[in-house]
């Protein structure tokens, strides 16, 4: 998948819910404004999941050591 200059993404894989045993691989996207987007069913609902949680989250990490 291609994506704009300035816009970083990352890969998170997460076991699913609703097939046990499997992991489900979604792209988190942040463009050169800061916003972040994920293409998962709870962000498309609900404009928050735990795919942009969890890459917030090891970002503050990096940026705290």
Known sequence: KWYKDGTKYWEISTPSKSRPGQCNTYIVTRDSN???NCEC???KYHRKCRHITEVKTDLLHL???
Request: proline fraction near 0%; avoid cysteine; aromatic fraction near 12%.
């Open 34 to 36: 800061n916003r972040m």
């Open 63 to 65: 940026v705290t050591i």
């Open 41 to 43: 069913l709870g962000f």
